[in-house]
Each structure stands twice: as C-alpha cells, then as structure tokens.
C-alpha cells in the first residue's frame, strides 16, 4: 500500500528541481522528467489568457518527450551557441506549493516561482514570474514530473528565454 | 535637424564600394529622422485584416511611436485612427484587439463608435463651450493613407506618398505567395509572442536577409537537427532544414539567392524542394492546379521577405510574420507571429507551429543567437578607429540588374538579382535597403 504525496514530498521534489537547474546539474535535472513528459509553457493570446490547445495555438515552449528537453541541454551545454556562452547566473525561488490532488500513483500539484536570472554577457539582471502546474507519477520508488506546465506572467522576452530562467 | 545621409552611406557603385557607417545604429538625429520620415512619414505595416474580422473588431499597433487603432465599423468598413483621445490624448483602446461598438475614454469618457465617429462629449450642453469648439470636429484622427493589400493592411502619417500599390511594386508578388497558399487566404495562430533587444532596428532587417550567418550562430541548433536525423522518432519536433541541403556549405550549384526592389523591399531565398516537411506539402497538388508549376514552387521555397520597413515574412522553418518596432537607437521591439494559411489540416498546423517554436520563439532554440548577435553588434558600434563597416561587399560581381530564370517563373521584376550557391551568400541586397533609406532622410535638412 502506498501512500498519496504529501506536500512536504512535493516540496522537496519542487525545491530540487530549482536546485538542479539553479546550479546546472542538468543530468540529474532531467532525470526528473518522465520519458513521455510534457513540458509546456503557453503564449499568451490576450492580455488575459493564455493559450490552451498546443496543436492549434502557438505556445513559447511545447515539448512531448524528455528527448526534446535533453536537446535543449546538448545545446545550452555545447558551447556553440552564442546566446547560451556564457551561461546565466539563475536562481529559482518556488513557493505556495499545494498538492491539488493525489492518489497513490499520481498527483496534481501547483506552485508558484520566480526566477532572478543575471546575464553576465550584457550586465543585467532581469527577473521572471509565473506560476507551475505539475503532474506527478510515482515510478517505483520515486515520484518524477509526468506533466510541467508553466505560465510565464511577464512575457515580454528581453532577448532571451532559455528554459533555465523558468 | 540635418542629415548628410553620405556621412552614413558610402554608395558609389562604379568603384565598386557601398559602406554603412556605424553611427547609422547609433545616432540620436539619425534616429529621430528615421522615426519622422520613415516610420511617421510613410507606409508601414498595420497588420493583417484577419486581426480583425467581424464587425466592431479592432486591434492596436504602432506606426513609429504613435499608438494606432485600427478598426472595422458595423459596416464591415476598415479604417485606421491614432489611438489617443483628441480631448487630453489619452490612449482610447487598452488592449491589443477587441471588438466594440464605441470607444469610451477611460479618462475623461469621451466617446467614440466604430468609424471613429464622435458620439458624446460628456456634458457638452453644460459645458460653455464657446462656438468654435462646438463647430470642431470631436471624432478621431484618422491615419491619413490607409490601404489594404490582399489582407495586409498598410498606413502612412503623411498623406504625400504614393498610392499603395506603386509602394509595394513587384514585391505585392512576394505577398501574393503568401496570400494565395489557401483561397481563404493567410491568418495569425492565436497567440503573440514580443521580445525586445538591446540594438537598433536595422539589425533586424539586416538578419532576416542574411544567408551568410546561418552555419555561424546556428550551430548548436545544427547540431540539434543532425541529432534528430539520426535518432527519428514520433517525439522529436521535425524541421525542414533538416530535410534540406541548400545551406550546407558542401553543397553545389545554384540553391537560391536574392531579389532587390525599389523603395527597399528584399527577399532571400533557397530552394527547399516540395517536401513533406513543409506544412503546405498536403496542398502541393492543389496549388500547382490553381496557380500553376511555377508559382507553387516558389510557395515551396525558403523564402526571407522585408516589406520596408516594418515588415517582415519568413517562411523557412515554419512561417513567421513580425513587426519592427524602433523604441530607440539600441532598443528595439519585436511582435511575432506565426503566419498560417487558413483551413489547413490539424496535422499540418500542429507540424507548422511545431517547427515554429523551436526555431523562431526567443524562447526558442535559434532566434535568441541572433538576437545576442545584435546586441554584440551594437557594443562594437562605438569603435569608430574605422566607422566603416565592411559587411555589404558579398555578392558585389555577382549581382545584376533585373531578374532571372527563377523570378520568370512567377513573372517577377526585381531591380537587381542575385543567383548564388550556398556559399555566395550575398550582401548586396542590404544596398537596397540603406538606398531607400538615404532616399527618405535625403533632403532632411
């Protein structure tokens, strides 16, 4: 008999995750992620909703496979990419996390965050804030993101969103 | 206010030079001229008319620095405002789009219906208002040319231009091939993306016309794509470039090139070959029946469009339409897009905006190593040892008057042409930009 996550466990998962990417562990990172993950993060088609349907309206980030998101490391982590070199200082405040719902396999939980991001090329720092909904399933002994859905509430881009500062 | 635009442009085709000075992204009156005789003082791009399709729809823009209110009326009739109150000038509409009968000024509720009507100044009986205002008219400033071109709309703050259509010229064509990917003609994939960049606007219109930076600050997405070649299955996000050998620097023989117009519109293009990474691939047939071999071809082709100055359509990887905004010499917005032809399958949308997002999002996985490029670009503007800058020469002894056998197909007319293979990648269709430019800030004096 297992037990439904609690939120002190969903915590813990949310604060490494930020911790991983905070301080660029990003193998560990993606091992967080479930083979079939979906990593989303909506655009914003008015100025008070965003996007809802990924397949008929554009979001700043759809991934379905944690293939993708390894992708997006190869390239941060390449050194070919003028954008990525160096690499920003970033890090991840995660808080109001609720556990929405839970079974013993799966949960939903929601948070919110914000992410202080210094780019060390241009001398500025900038921050970005939203809120996250996860899906959690347990696999085995451990619970791994099934589902991350971001929604990025200032989305004017100042020149770069790598998916390090959300 | 004076410009010597030769202070800026070093154009002396005989000789075989064209040098643009780095101060073009960087001065203050420079900037300033451009916004007053480019930007507020001639056509530019609004946005599309399925921005606002039902009666009463409107949607916001800018034309330079002026806010802009386009707008259809109960009638069907589209027209475009500045959208500022002619009471105190507060901006009328607050959102990007909306639908609304009237238009109440949230400051002082001034209102206004959907032909830019006057309809109540408040309290206008009590107001001892003298018989000269009383005689004014109370509606909204309209934009002084406005013109709708195949659903792109356009609009000038001076009225001293010339029609639409001779503006266009032959480049209209390069719209018309967007236009006509479906008889329904184009529409915007709900949902906008802005970013800003810490340069001038120029950059901008340069990048999107630049073959030649492609192998250079896209390598780590390259890479990505030769990853995903090996490797293919149903997860991975497909894209045509990887489908597609006319960048390569291996490959041989013509694979495209480019097309000048007057008044600085310019188009890059390769040949991408009718492919089933291309979203349209599922029209293919279809469109070669309505507009013949030729003009389904070049729907086909990769193809980098600017429509001076605000203007530009990029079908490469998938379709993106943006608009420029200059905020300053070294900060520049961009609104963007994804383009799409309407009525298209769920499989071929999904494909499109798919390759959309990895490619040209800036959260995305090319468009932010331009964007960093050009904000390279303009920290190294202040060396001015040698202000000239020496990237416009490419292409110089390749490039003709008129055009070739691959504008014949479409009955195309540029100016100047250039046929390249990949590693021509030419420059010389920038001259057509900065000439454009020298000619409208030419007499600022």
């Known amino acids: ?166 | 206010m004076t410009i010597d635009v030769s202070a800026y442009v070093d154009d002396r085709p005989d000789e075989g030079i064209f040098r643009v000075n780095r101060a073009i992204f960087t001065d203050e009156q420079v900037f300033e001229a451009e916004m007053a005789r480019i930007f507020e003082g001639g056509w530019v791009f609004l946005g599309l008319e399925a921005q606002a399709p039902a009666p009463h729809d409107f949607f916001t823009t800018f034309a330079g620095r002026v806010p802009i209110l386009v707008q259809r009326d109960g009638e069907g009739v589209l027209r475009a405002f500045v959208n500022s109150c002619p009471h105190k000038g507060a901006r009328l509409a607050q959102t990007q789009a909306g639908n609304a009968r009237l238009h109440v000024c949230p400051y002082h509720s001034w209102s206004f219906d959907s032909a830019g009507r006057s309809k109540a100044v408040k309290w206008q009986k009590a107001g001892c208002y003298s018989a000269a205002f009383d005689q004014q008219d109370h509606g909204l400033a309209v934009v002084p040319r406005f013109a709708n071109y195949r659903g792109f709309l356009f609009g000038s703050l001076s009225a001293d231009v010339p029609p639409l259509a001779e503006y266009l010229g032959e480049a209209a064509k390069l719209l018309d091939l967007v236009a006509d990917q479906s008889e329904e003609g184009a529409e915007l994939v709900p949902g906008q993306v802005t970013f800003t960049y810490q340069a001038n606007w120029k950059l901008q219109l340069e990048n999107c016309s630049d073959a030649y930076h492609f192998t250079s600050a896209h390598p780590s997405y390259i890479r990505v794509l030769e990853r995903r070649q090996q490797e293919t299955s149903g997860e991975v996000v497909a894209s045509v470039w990887e489908n597609s050998d006319y960048w390569k620097e291996e490959t041989q023989g013509i694979g495209g090139g480019s097309y000048s117009f007057p008044n600085g519109h310019v188009l890059n293009w390769g040949v991408f070959g009718i492919t089933p990474a291309i979203p349209l691939y599922e029209s293919a047939a279809v469109l070669a029946e309505r507009h013949g071999e030729g003009k389904r071809d070049w729907m086909f082709n990769m193809r980098n469009l600017t429509i001076f100055p605000n203007l530009q359509v990029a079908e490469n990887a998938s379709s993106q339409l943006r608009v420029i905004r200059p905020i300053s010499p070294g900060l520049t917005e961009m609104r963007t897009w994804c383009i799409a032809p309407k009525g298209e399958s769920d499989a071929a949308r999904r494909q499109r905006i798919r390759q959309y997002e990895d490619f040209f999002n800036p959260t995305g996985m090319a468009t932010p190593d331009d964007t960093v490029s050009y904000e390279n670009c303009q920290i190294g503007f202040a060396g001015t040892v040698d202000p000239w800058l020496q990237g416009y020469a490419r292409g110089m002894t390749a490039s003709v008057e008129g055009g070739n056998r691959f504008s014949d197909r479409i009955g195309l007319n540029p100016a100047r042409s250039v046929l390249a293979d990949s590693q021509l990648c030419d420059e010389t269709l920038y001259h057509a930009y900065y000439r454009a430019w020298a000619e409208r800030l030419g007499d600022v004096a």
Request: proline share 5%; with cysteine.
């Open chain 1, 1 to 166: 008999m297992t037990a439904p996550l609690t939120r002190a466990q969903a915590e813990e998962l949310l604060f490494r995750e930020a911790m991983l990417i905070d301080t660029r562990q990003y193998d560990a990172w993606l091992a967080m992620f479930t083979p079939d993950v979906e990593f989303w993060m909506p655009a914003w088609r008015s100025e008070t909703e965003t996007t809802t349907d990924p397949d008929r309206e554009l979001s700043l980030i759809y991934y379905k496979g944690r293939r993708n998101l390894e992708d997006r490391v190869m390239r941060l982590t390449s050194g070919l990419s003028t954008a990525s070199t160096p690499p920003p200082r970033v890090v991840h405040v995660v808080s109001n996390v609720l556990v929405t719902a839970a079974d013993a396999d799966i949960a939903q939980v929601s948070a919110v965050f914000t992410c202080h991001r210094f780019d060390v090329r241009m001398n500025r720092a900038e921050c970005f804030f939203g809120r996250y909904d996860y899906a959690l399933r347990r696999e085995g002994a451990d619970w791994l993101i099934a589902r991350k859905k971001i929604t990025l509430l200032n989305d004017t881009i100042p020149t770069v969103v790598d998916i390090t500062s959300i």
